[in-house]
């Protein structure tokens, strides 16, 4: 079973930056998808970003442009970088894996199987 875990999320200004790093406990970054989702308290979980084994990616529209995820295989590692920061980005960061479904749905929650315990990013204006 995939065991993940998120760190670097933090406290922020606006326009700020962060790199969200996800850790994976099995070599899966180089042949499955791998994606990063977001949750504020009383909403559902959304999709952010993901990336496939061949490197194809998908951005949510609210970040196209200001975030980039990355993987590194070596490491069983993934990354999101964000720029730009904006406090409507104020989340807690997921990191999920065993996805199941079509490139279509890449950001759609119900379709991963594993998820880490979440990091909190919180962006003030």
């Known amino acids: 079973q995939e065991q993940l875990v998120e760190s670097g999320g933090g406290s922020v200004q606006a326009g700020g930056s962060l790199r969200l790093s996800c850790a994976a406990s099995?070599?899966?970054?180089?042949?499955?998808?791998m994606g990063w989702f977001r949750q504020v308290p009383g909403t559902e979980r959304e999709g952010v970003a993901a990336i496939a084994g061949d490197g194809t990616t998908r951005y949510a529209d609210s970040v196209k442009g200001r975030c980039t995820i990355s993987k590194d295989n070596a490491k069983n590692a993934l990354y999101l970088q964000i720029n730009n920061l904006k406090p409507e980005d104020t989340a807690t960061y997921y990191c999920a894996a065993g996805f199941s479904g079509t490139p279509f749905s890449f950001l759609v929650p119900r379709n991963y199987a594993y998820w880490g315990p979440g990091t909190q990013v919180t962006v003030s204006s």
């Open positions: 099995l070599a899966t970054t180089s042949t499955y998808v």
